[in-house]
């Protein structure tokens, strides 16, 4: 079935330790790939996108991501995190199937937690 | 260009109730998405809109849930005769069919609560 994991429910890193969240796709082909924050009571945000080309890419508050095309995955970095990144992350994915039209389906999310 | 809006931000209802939520997309995005999203779970698709046409409505959606987007511009949805099940947080999202700037954008949402 056609699904997006993100294995991590919950995630504790220290202020300006690196943080890497996972996220793992399954579909017939390589979807468009998208991040999100969400700050309690927010709306999401987004952070990065992939569609084609560079597998690496770069997006805001100093966040990348990398696509890797043999584990189907395209897991989220960032080399050291701030207070302020304490948040809910989503992954994204857009399958272009014909009849989704732009539907994205999304994960379950990774609550991050940002200790002193 | 203000984002997408929504409106209310937050809404308390009694069980049985009708209740309507407004959005507005940036003015030129020509899909609408609405979502709905439960307490630590991820956005879940309900409907969307392609201009005024609505072309796809989810299993999620009973009979009680309804949209439209009129003109093509701003789109409410109305949920008659709440349940406690309702309960949720309902995001509405725009996005251009241009792949350059394709994606989401996310208004702040509405969250339901259903007493």
């Known amino acids: 079935a056609q699904s997006v994991t993100q294995p991590d429910i919950h995630i504790t890193v220290s202020e300006g330790a690196s943080l890497e969240l996972r996220c793992n796709y399954s579909?017939?082909?390589?979807?468009?790939l998208f991040w999100y924050v969400q700050s309690p009571g927010q709306g999401l945000q987004l952070l990065l996108k992939?569609?084609?080309?560079?597998?690496l890419v770069q997006g805001i508050k100093g966040f990348e991501a990398e696509f890797k095309r043999s584990q189907s995955s395209f897991n989220l970095r960032k080399p050291s995190v701030h207070w302020s990144d304490a948040a809910e992350y989503f992954c994204?994915?857009?399958?272009?199937?014909?009849?989704?039209?732009?539907?994205?389906?999304f994960g379950a999310g990774t609550q991050v937690v940002v200790t002193p | 260009d203000t984002g997408v809006s929504q409106d209310p931000r937050h809404k308390i209802t009694k069980r049985g109730q009708n209740v309507t939520f407004r959005c507005d997309p940036i003015?030129?995005?020509?899909?609408l998405y609405w979502y709905r999203q439960t307490l630590g779970q991820g956005p879940e698709f309900l409907t969307y809109?392609?201009?005024?046409?609505?072309?796809?409505k989810s299993r999620l959606l009973s009979d009680r849930f309804s949209a439209e987007r009129p003109k093509g511009s701003f789109s409410t949805l109305e949920i008659q005769r709440t349940e406690q099940g309702d309960s949720a947080m309902y995001l509405c999202?725009?996005?251009?069919?241009?792949?350059?700037?394709?994606?989401?954008?996310f208004g702040s949402g509405t969250r339901l609560t259903v007493v």
């Open positions: 999202a725009s996005s251009p069919t241009g792949a350059e700037n394709y994606g989401y954008t």
């Open positions: 579909y017939g082909a390589t979807p468009y």
């Open positions: 809109f392609q201009n005024e046409a609505q072309l796809e």
């Open positions: 003015s030129e995005h020509n899909r």
């Open positions: 994204a994915v857009d399958p272009l199937s014909t009849d989704s039209w732009g539907k994205f389906q």
């Open positions: 992939y569609f084609s080309g560079d597998t």
